[in-house]
């Protein structure tokens, strides 16, 4: 049996044919799918280029098909090309009729692939996102913003109630605010890859008498990571002697640079670019001190777990699945630059004993993300969704 995996997310295909990633869903994410299914139809965006202009993985391999919906960037062009995007997606639909449906949510691609669905064909449902919290203030600057937020809140309610199972990479977090049915098949997995040699073995050494850093690693294209807060909180305890590095790029990137600049602390922040996930990756944040991630919309981030299994102290917000990660006192009120900069401040002040404490603690809790403990609750689910999919086929020859 085939699956049709719905994603709100930008590939690009080379003139080869070739389709590629900046960082996410790279091969390895689709081949825990390829463990049930004997095919992945992957549906999402693709952006047609002559040429790679940074670091990509490449995803194309056997078994995975790709169905590439109408181009777009933003909400607007979004509007402007939903009529196409639906006609694609209903191709899509009339072509597998015996294939699987799992939808990564929230998601405007979701939403409307959803409504094309026969009213009694199951599907599944990933959840990964909080529309609540991406669209609060702050994240985008579009007059629709409020509205987008009650809208989308409301369409992933709905469609949680609607599916046979639920996949959620938060262990409470989406699940309170988003409830399946009582009768569907509900299991928790975060979508990171994460294996034993990601993890150091020994809780990271307290550096005293050296300049202090804090790394950021996100995208850059919009603010829903925060980036602006951790610039503006810089600016408040510039007295300090500490950098912060960001690695991501994006579209904001330039404003950004600018606004260390009108702050006067250019001399405290790094822009690194983008990296390749992995190795990269690690280096940097085994070459850093602190991590930090005061997200205003989160489900659960891979990235602030990849820096715990480095043995990193994290500073992150009140949202989503970051108060699953981390305890009360690394944790500041989503949008408060004077909370940010306070903790900030008390992380460069943190003592050897109580550093190697939280690093030796997130060293362990990074453990219950490997994919050794995972893998299992994602082979039943899917294998779950097989069986459902396979029950409503028989039933409808």
């Known amino acids: 049996m ?24 790279q091969k390895p994410f689709w081949d825990r799918y390829l463990k049930v299914f004997d095919k992945v139809i992957i549906t999402s965006r693709i952006l047609e280029v002559k040429e790679l202009k940074s670091p990509h993985h490449i995803v194309s391999g056997d078994n995975l098909e790709f169905h590439a919906i109408p181009y777009y960037h933003g909400p607007k062009q979004f509007y402007f ?4 995007i639906k006609s694609s997606l209903r191709n ?42 991406v669209f609060r203030p702050g994240t985008i600057n ?14 992933l309610k709905a469609q949680c109630r609607k599916a046979k199972a639920l996949s959620y990479v938060t262990e409470r ?31 990271k050494k307290y550096k005293q008498d050296k300049e202090k850093s804090f790394v950021y690693v996100g995208t850059l294209e919009q603010l829903q990571k925060a980036p602006d807060l951790i610039i503006k909180a810089v600016e408040k305890i510039k007295h300090k002697s500490f950098k912060v590095k960001f690695i991501g790029d994006g579209k904001l990137k330039p404003a950004l640079e600018q606004l260390s600049r009108d702050l006067d602390i250019s001399d405290k922040i790094e822009f690194k670019g983008l990296l390749p996930a992995g190795d990269k990756i690690r280096k940097e944040l085994d ?12 489900g659960l981030p891979r990235a602030m777990i990849e ?9 992150g917000s009140n949202i989503g699945g970051i108060q699953e990660l981390l305890n009360k006192e690394e944790i500041v009120k989503v949008g408060s630059v004077k909370e940010l900069a306070s903790k900030m ?33 994602r082979t039943s689910f899917y294998t779950f969704v097989k069986q459902k999919t396979t029950n409503w086929i028989n039933t409808n020859e």
């Open 142 to 155: 579009n007059p629709l913003r409020p509205f987008m937020r009650l809208f989308f809140t409301y369409k």
């Open 81 to 84: 090309q939903r009529k196409k």
């Open 345 to 377: 401040e008390s992380f460069i002040d943190m003592t050897q004993d109580r550093y190697e404490y939280l690093s030796k603690e997130n060293l362990e809790k990074s453990k219950r993300y490997l994919n050794s403990e995972l893998e299992k609750r």
């Open 287 to 298: 070459q850093s001190d602190f991590f930090i991630l005061p997200s205003r919309g989160e």
């Open 92 to 133: 899509l639909i009339n072509n597998n009729p015996d294939a699987a449906i799992i939808m990564r949510v929230g998601s405007p691609i979701a939403d409307l692939f959803q409504k094309l669905l026969p009213s009694n064909r199951p599907y599944a449902l990933e959840v990964v996102g909080d529309p609540w919290e």
């Open 2 to 25: 085939n699956v049709i995996v719905t994603l709100e997310y930008r590939f690009k295909r080379t003139p080869d044919g070739k389709v590629w990633t900046e960082m996410s869903f």
């Open 173 to 203: 977090a989406l699940q309170q605010r988003y409830p399946g049915a009582k009768n569907s098949f509900q299991t928790n997995a975060s979508t990171i890859e994460l294996l034993p040699e990601h993890i150091i073995n020994e809780e």
């Open 307 to 315: 820096a715990m299994a480095r043995g990193l102290p994290c500073l």
